[in-house]
């Protein structure tokens, strides 16, 4: 039997990057590999963490082997992990990769394994170039990517930018699948009534984790726009910067009655009542490489509203599966407007023949192609 190992967070930690290797892990062992994934002990410091926890209290995903054991910013462990793994020899090592700090840590860990000379190291890269800069970022970058024999990026934006890194190794674009682990639709009333929301108001939902290029300032000036409109905003998801210049902006704009602010984490086990819960997903991104709100939302069958920046538009076709706008206050509102005018029904038949692209199986058979 073929082995697998996936280096990236998985449970105890929480997050998308945690809940998509779990969901990739079981497509592999479904997939008849032995498959395992390495995480961290230690992601990140605790100065360094925008959250208020990394972990979960969620049960840990069954029938995956999780080897918590990486730390990131301790280089004997490094050497350590790396040569355990050498000695494990899995045919295929698939690596996340999202920011440059890890880029010393698994940079080190891959050339230990290299040594083998026999394990294929695929790199999944969900940002090559960040999305907030910090000193190093290049040179961390560069370290860890010489370490891969193959890339998977998610979308345009991020293969252009690996290319500016790595002209010359193999590399293949997949569109990130659909997180299917979060359970089926249901009803919107049931979802609304689970989470004490009004039942027969309109409501949009931005959802995820908040961070500056995410853009929900520009959201929340999109809403002045939109007053007398009886339209209700759902902010679903945990403050990664600072708070208060938001509730600072919402008291000075005089939106707070139609805003509905949920701002703690979002566990696993509610993402289905927030997605079916909405008429909407609104994506007001300042700059993007992909997200993982896409795939909720086609698993959902919701229809985005997105700007036109990074690989947003090439997720979602426009007209079809949702609207593409331009990233200010006054082109969103008009693209919420345009919604509502259009229906959510209208969007539903494309939003389920474009989903059948977005499969696990397809990433699999991508990465063992790379690794041939």
């Known amino acids: ?50 959250g208020k926890t990394q972990y979960t209290d969620e049960p840990a995903p069954e029938g995956i082997v999780i080897h918590t054991v990486i730390n990131s910013i301790n280089p004997f462990n490094w050497i350590k992990v790396g040569n355990r793994l ?12 999202w920011l440059p700090f890890m880029g010393p840590a698994l940079g080190t860990i891959l050339r230990r394994v290299r040594k083998n000379k026999h394990t294929k190291i695929v790199c999944i890269a969900d940002n090559v170039i960040p999305h907030e800069k910090r000193p190093g970022d290049t040179p ?28 010359g190794k193999s590399a293949q674009l997949v569109h990130h699948p659909l997180y299917d682990t979060f359970g089926d639709r249901i009803s919107k009333g049931d979802a609304r009534k689970h989470l004490g929301l009004p039942e027969s108001e309109k409501i949009i939902l931005f959802f995820g984790f908040i961070r500056k290029y995410k853009g929900l300032d520009i959201l929340f000036e999109a809403m002045t726009h939109l007053k007398g409109q009886d339209i209700k905003l759902l902010v679903a998801g945990e403050f990664y910067e600072e708070e208060k210049p938001y509730r600072e902006q919402i008291e000075k704009l005089g939106i707070s009655s139609q805003l509905i602010l949920r701002t703690d984490f979002i566990p696993d086990s509610e993402v289905k009542y927030y997605l079916c819960a909405a008429d909407a997903v609104v994506q007001p991104y300042r700059n993007a490489t992909q997200s993982g709100v896409t795939p909720l939302a086609y698993h959902f069958e919701k229809p985005m509203i997105v700007t036109n920046v990074g690989g947003l538009p090439s997720l979602v076709p ?55």
């Open 1 to 50: 039997m073929a082995k697998v190992v996936i280096i990236g967070p998985a449970h105890p930690l929480r997050g998308g990057l945690a809940t998509f290797n779990q969901r990739l892990a079981k497509e592999f062992i479904q997939a008849g590999y032995d498959c395992s994934i390495y995480s961290f002990s230690l992601q990140y410091p605790s100065f360094l963490f925008p």
């Open 140 to 167: 961390f970058t560069r370290y860890f990517l010489k370490s891969c024999d193959a890339f998977v990026t998610m979308s345009e934006k991020v293969m252009n930018d690996l290319r500016k890194f790595e002209a």
């Open 318 to 372: 426009d007209n079809k599966v949702g609207l593409v706008v331009e990233p200010d206050p006054a082109a969103i509102a008009d693209g919420i407007i345009r919604f509502y005018q259009l229906g959510e029904d209208y969007f539903i038949p494309h939003l389920r023949s474009e989903k059948q692209k977005y499969s696990w199986s397809s990433l699999v058979g991508t990465i063992q192609t790379l690794a041939e």
């Open 86 to 97: 050498k000695r494990e020899r899995p045919d295929i090592l698939v690596v996340r990769f």
